[in-house]
Structure formats: structure tokens, C-alpha cells
């Protein structure tokens, strides 16, 4: 099975911050790599789809990059609708996700 | 617009079983491969259960860790997928999401069992 560790798990930063968080394939997923977002009682939003490509409707802020087995989310200027939890999810074999990364305000 | 609703969540004794509903609509689901999701309180999400389209046989894949326990199946006529889940113990308990697509596009807002004596 792939394992996914993701990085950090939590993040503190002040709106207008970029942010990058970060996930490990423990093997080559081949860019199917997924990047979720996941506000307290709500369900997870996908963000971005194949390391790269935008959810339509999802705002600019938002990219994606990575390839093998580093892959990468940046919020370029967080804004204060951005504070939430991060998931990302390989779907290059079956499915796994990272842990999570809880983006907080500083 | 994509709907995707669950149901049939709710408190069960351990060793019970649970059957979960997934209602969909706004695409066409005939085409898409289904999947359940679940996460357990303040906890990360884990992949439960995946119903491939008829095109691919209806295959179906569970994780490793509820292999043996889950059912997952799809009635294509309603646009509804399924999950059975027996032998229900208390680290069972969460919010089981279901999913649409292989990866995981839309998502409903879940159906939370909870499992207790």
C-alpha cells in the first residue's frame, strides 16, 4: 500500500501569508495526487485534481505542484476564508490519504 | 448541481450491523466509479470502500482494514450506492462519507455512526 505523510500538521500563519504544505508518497503516484479542503463540520472540498489542476470555482490563490513522489500545495495569500483543515489524497493505487495539516491563525 | 445525500447513520451496539445510503443526483452516474469515506472523530479521512461502473463489471475494492466486515454495491436504476457494514465495533465510529468519481470529485456530508453499548 502507498502511505502518504503530509507536512505539517499544523501551520500557524496571518492573513496575507503564503503557505506551502506537503506530501510524501512512500512510491511514484504519478501526479494522481488530489489537495482537499475541510471546514470544522463540514465535508472535504476538492481544490485541486492531478497535482495541478483547479477545481473550477476555486479561487487563483490555490496551485498545485509535484511530481513522483513530492507534491505540494500553495496558498499564495491566505485569506481569512482559508483558515482549515488540508488533506491531500493519491489515487495512483487504490486510495490514501495524508494525515492532515490544520492551518490556523496566528 | 451535483447532490449527493446520505443516510441510515445512527447509534449501534457493538457486533451490530448498519446499512448506509447514498442518494446521488445532478450527474451521470452510471459513468462513475462510487466510493465510501470515513472519519473518525478529530481524526484524518480514510478510504473505506470504492463500486467501479458497469463498464468495468461493478468491481469493488475495500480497504484492507474493513476487508471481510463492508458491502458496498450500487442500484444504477436509482442512482444510489451502498454500504454494508457488520460486526461494528467502536473504532467504526465515524462519519462515512460517500464520494463520486475515482477521485473523489463530490462529496455528500456524510452520515455519522456511532457505535456504543
Known amino acids: 500500500d502507498i502511505q502518504m505523510t503530509q507536512s505539517p500538521s499544523f501551520l500557524s500563519a496571518s492573513v496575507g501569508d503564503r503557505v506551502t504544505i506537503n506530501c510524501k508518497a512512500s512510491?511514484?503516484?504519478?501526479?494522481?495526487l488530489n489537495w482537499y479542503q475541510q471546514k470544522l463540520g463540514e465535508a472535504p472540498k476538492r481544490l485541486i485534481y492531478?497535482?495541478?489542476n483547479l477545481q473550477t470555482g476555486i479561487p487563483s490563490r490555490f496551485s498545485g505542484s509535484g511530481s513522483g513522489t513530492d507534491y505540494t500545495l500553495t496558498i499564495s495569500s491566505l485569506q481569512p476564508e482559508d483558515f482549515a483543515t488540508y488533506f491531500c489524497?493519491?489515487?495512483?493505487?487504490?486510495?490514501?490519504f495524508g494525515g492532515g495539516t490544520k492551518l490556523e491563525l496566528k | 448541481e451535483v447532490q449527493i445525500l446520505e443516510t441510515g447513520g445512527g447509534l449501534v451496539k457493538p457486533g451490530g450491523s448498519l446499512r448506509l445510503s447514498c442518494a446521488t443526483s445532478?450527474?451521470?452516474?452510471?459513468?462513475?466509479?462510487m466510493n465510501w469515506v470515513r472519519q473518525a472523530p478529530g481524526k484524518g479521512l480514510e478510504w473505506v470502500a470504492q463500486?467501479?461502473?458497469?463498464?468495468?463489471?461493478?468491481?469493488?475494492y475495500y480497504a484492507e482494514s474493513l476487508e471481510g466486515r463492508v458491502t458496498i454495491s450500487r442500484d444504477d436504476s436509482k442512482s444510489s450506492v451502498y454500504l454494508q457494514v457488520s460486526s461494528l465495533r467502536a473504532e467504526d465510529t465515524a462519519i462515512y462519507y460517500c464520494?463520486?468519481?475515482?477521485?473523489?470529485?463530490?462529496w455528500g456530508q456524510g452520515t455519522l455512526v456511532t457505535v456504543s453499548s
Open positions: 489524497l493519491q489515487h495512483n493505487s487504490f486510495r490514501t
Open positions: 463500486i467501479r461502473n458497469k463498464n468495468y463489471n461493478y468491481a469493488t
Open positions: 492531478n497535482t495541478n
Open positions: 464520494t463520486s468519481g475515482s477521485s473523489f470529485a463530490y
Open positions: 512510491q511514484n503516484i504519478n501526479k494522481y
Open positions: 445532478g450527474f451521470n452516474f452510471n459513468d462513475y466509479f
